[in-house]
């Protein structure tokens, strides 16, 4: 096993303040959104290979001093650091092998509303903009790996979001409710609100959502982008939704879809992206509460904190809320428009009682309770599998091949099998990490209250252990919830 020193990525959605009141992290002037942890090789991890002389409480001086300064390397002999990709090829696996990235997401503002590629999909548009001699780091680059990207995410914070188009009579009661905000004054500075909510209410009439949105983010996008503008400046002034700090629907706006807009608005108040989000399925999770995304779910993160865990690739297609590039042609082919349940993540879950069975007397802490709570979810995926631990308590590991254990709360220690590459004993705190090249046979512990999660490779999709109700569109890979 070995620390990892993780990559902190800066994107305009960040927080300033996020990392710093979960982990203690020092404050920071430009918003992080992304803590990396994976072989990606757009920003891969590294790792701290030796810790000659350091021992435990040096390792964990290291950990403390990564979290105040995420950039902070170890210096001098303690540590040998190469990159987790260079880690791999060492060891005699192929470049690009690692089936996941973990990531830490904090969002303040919404990120784009976006889908994700199929495998087949992602292959062929990797060569084509290959072939087209389009630089990978280019900023109209869509395909910047031959990968697919199913994701699952799960809230450490409160944590909204938009995912999958709604039943139809729900966006229809949406749209009427801000038709009816529209009356008076109001509508009368807002006529290009009226016609695009019109021409909304006959697409969602018809049941065609994929014409809905090809108008919105193409054909019509000229004019949905000046009733933004519109529902912005209705927004910010106040004469839309007046009733929303007393959490009361406003003039047949409900108060909950108002604030979502409002959310929107201030950062991107001509987008038509915002009329979009009131055709999604809108959603809060709690902390510990997940979803899953397969391919061509369309979706946006508007406001927490969370654990995601994906398939390796960095494959994005937008279609609104952002500066970057659009790729709307691209996106309405893999998008899929029929009416989809919200993708809850199916979770097992295993109480002390089962952990305990795996400790012997000799090697159990007697100051430690028994195993700790552990939640797997289980998202329809071969490419990882994620599990929540929740402590006081100690677990011995017991999935196979590469794995990540994430500290996100308290303190945990992590103890290697005797044949482990590495130092014996880890510590680690709030936003830290180890890297595992074989999980099974680890021991993790923490004898007051703590937080980890564990991603691991696995040998077997976790949709074999529990299979949602499953339904395939011609461009999707995975089950749908």
Known sequence: MFRMINPVREYAWGSTTA???????????????????????????????????????????????RAADPDAHPSGSAARVVTLPEYLQSSGEASGSFAFLLKVLAAEQPLSIQSHPTTARAQAGFVAEEASGLALDAPTRSYKDPNAKPELIVALTEFSALCGFRPHAE???????LAQALGGDAGESAPGVYAVVARLQQHVSAQDYSSALEYLLRSGRAEATEAAGELSALLADGRLGAGLIAGEDAAGLNADAAQMLQHIAR??????????????????LAPGESIYLPAGNLHAYLHGVGVEIMANSDNVLRGGLTSKHLAVDELLKVTDCEVLPVPHCPVQETGPEEDASELDDATADPG???GPRRLRYEAPFEEFQLEQLQFPGEAVLEAPGHGILLCTAG????????????????????????????????RVSAG???QAFLATTSPDSPASHHSPASHHSPDQEHSRP
Do not use: K
């Open 411 to 442: 303190q945990i220690t992590l103890r290697a099998p005797d044949a482990s590459a590495g130092p014996r004993m880890l510590t680690l705190t709030p936003g830290t990490s180890a890297f595992l090249p074989e999980t099974a046979g680890h």
């Open 171 to 177: 966006a229809a009661a949406e749209l009427s409710g």
């Open 448 to 450: 007051a209250y703590a």
């Open 267 to 284: 950062v991107f108040p001509r987008d038509p992206g915002i009329f979009v989000a009131l055709l999604l399925n809108r959603l809060l």
């Open 368 to 370: 430690v309770p028994s």
């Open 19 to 65: 990392f710093s009141e979960l982990f203690g992290w020092a404050a920071s002037a430009s918003p992080r959104a992304e803590i990396w942890m994976g072989a990606h090789p757009g920003d891969p991890s590294s790792l701290e290979l030796e810790t000659a002389g350091a021992g435990p409480a040096a390792g964990q001086a290291h950990s403390t001093a």
